[in-house]
C-alpha cells in the first residue's frame, strides 16, 4: 500500500522555504531539498509482506505497516492523539512540539515523512527539527567489527561521569561530526576540568582558609579589575541562554568555562599571596577571595544541566547551595560572613597517561574483534565490509561536458552531486562518449576519492564505468535517481 508523498510534496517545500528555522542545521535543510524534494518526491511504501513482525494491516493480513509510519505516530497517539476528534487535553496542550531532537542519520524521515504525515491529517508541524552530527571514534564510525567502540560505562568507570558529560557535549559541534579518542579525552580532562576548574576550586578554597580561617567576607575594597571580573561573570548567563537557544550546546559549555578561565586570570592579576603579606591590605585581600566564591557559585549554577554532580559537589565546598537561575545576573548574591569547607576535595585528579593506558589496553582488549578464517574465491581479492564501506558512492547529474584539449582520452564532467559546489570529473571515456551522450545522465560518482590533476584539471572523484568486452566500456548510468542519493 502506498503513501502518495507528492500530494503533499509543493506545500512542504513552501513550508521549509516560509520557515527557514524548521530543519537545523541549515545544510540539513540543503540536503532534504536538493537531495529529495526538489528532484521529485516518490510515492512511500506504508506496507511490507516480506516479514511478520510489525502492526498488522487490519484490512489485509498478509501486510505489516512500515516502521516508520507506526514509529512517528508515536509522538502524538502517545500523548492521546485520537483521529476520531477525541484527543486528550494532553495531546492539545503539548503539540505541536517545540523542538525534536535527533540523529542526522535520521533527518529524512522527521523533516519528510512526518511532516507530509502531520499534513495529511491537518495537524501543525513541529516547530523545529533538529539533526545533530555523530560522535567519530578516531574520525570513524564506530564499529563492533573493526573494535573501535567505546562504551559509556568504561569511559565513566575510567574518567567519571560528569567528565563523559562534559567530553561528549563539548566535542559534538554544531553541525559537523565530533571525534572521541582516548588520548583527547586523557587532555580535556587534565587541561579543562582538573585545571581550569577543579584547579580554581582548590585554590580558591585553600586561600579563604590559609588566609581567613575559611570565614569569606566582602570588605567592598573595589579596584578596576575587580570591575571587569564582574563584567565577565554577569554576561555568562545570556552568553549561555542565546547558545542554548541555537541549539549550540558546545558553545554555551565553553561561555562557562570562559568565566572560570576569567576567574583564574583574575588570581594572576590581583595576586591574594602578595596581598597576604602587606596586613593593610587585609580588606582588599577578603574582597578578592569573595569575588572568587561569589564568581564560582554563579559559574556553578550555570553548570548543573551540564555537569549536575559537580555543580553540587563545588557549592557544597564553597558552603553554600545551588543558586536560582534568575539570580545569576546579580553578583554579591553569596551571604556574608559564609565558610567554606576547611577539607577541600580535588574535583577531577590529573590523569598520568603511561597509567592510564595501561586501562585502556585491557578495555580495548575486551571489544578486539575476533579473526575469522577468510573464505578465498579463486580470481578475486576479498575484502571486509568495513572496507566497502570506505567507498562513497553518490548519484550525481552531469550538467556539462567537454573534451579536454591536452588529453584526447580524457572528458571534463561538471556534476551536480546534491550539494551547492559543482564538482569537477576527469574520465578516460572520450573513445565511447561525445558530451552529448553524457548531458542530462546521472551516473555514479566515487565522492570521496582524493582530488588529482588530470592534464591541468583536478579531478574531485572518478564515475563508475563497465568492461563490457573488448575495447568497449560503458557508464553506469541511473537516471531517475535523486542527485546526492547514496549508492549502497
Known sequence: ?????????????????????????????????????????????????????????DF?????????????????????????????????????????????????????????????LDLPLPKQVFGHPWLLMNGGKMSKSKGNVIYAEDLVDLFGVDAVRYFVLHEMPFESDGTITWDLMIERTNSDLANTLGNLVNRTISMTNKYFGGVVENKNV?????????SVVLATKNSVQTKMDQLRVADAISEIFTLFKRCNKYIDETMPWALAKDEAKADRLSTVLYNLVESITIGAALLTPFMPDTAEKIVAQLGTTLRAYDTLDTFGVYPNGGKVTDKPEILFARIDP???????????????????????????????????????????????????????????LTLDDGTSTPRTVASGIAKWYKPEDLIGHTVIVVANLKPAVLCGVESQGMILAADAGEDDVRVVFVDGTPAGSKIR
Open 222 to 230: 573595589v579596584e578596576d579589575v575587580d570591575n571587569d571580573l564582574k
Open 354 to 412: 603511561k597509567e592510564m593506558s595501561e586501562k585502556i589496553a585491557a578495555v580495548e582488549a575486551k571489544y578486539a574483534p575476533k579473526e575469522e578464517p577468510k573464505k578465498e574465491i579463486e580470481g578475486l581479492a576479498q575484502i571486509n565490509i568495513e572496507d566497502f564501506a570506505k567507498v562513497e558512492l553518490r548519484a550525481a547529474k552531469v550538467v556539462a561536458c567537454e573534451p579536454i584539449k591536452r588529453a584526447k582520452k580524457l572528458l571534463k
Open 60 to 120: 489485509d493480513d498478509k501486510h505489516v505497516v512500515y516502521v516508520w509510519l507506526d514509529a512517528l505516530t508515536n509522538y502524538i497517539t502517545g500523548i492521546g492523539y485520537d483521529c476520531d476528534g477525541n484527543s486528550t487535553e494532553q495531546f492539545k496542550r503539548d503539540w505541536p512540539a517545540d523542538l525534536h531532537l535527533i540523529g542526522k542519520d535520521i533527518i529524512r524521515f522527521h523533516t519528510i515523512y512526518w511532516p507530509i504525515f502531520l499534513m495529511a
Open 1 to 57: 500500500y502506498f503513501f502518495k508523498m507528492s500530494k503533499y510534496a509543493d506545500r512542504l517545500i513552501d513550508y521549509i522555504n516560509k520557515h527557514p528555522e524548521f530543519i537545523q542545521p541549515p545544510q540539513r535543510k540543503t540536503e532534504m531539498m536538493n537531495n529529495f524534494l526538489l528532484p521529485g518526491l516518490q510515492d512511500l511504501c506504508v506496507s511490507r509482506t516480506s516479514f511478520k513482525w510489525g502492526i498488522p494491516v
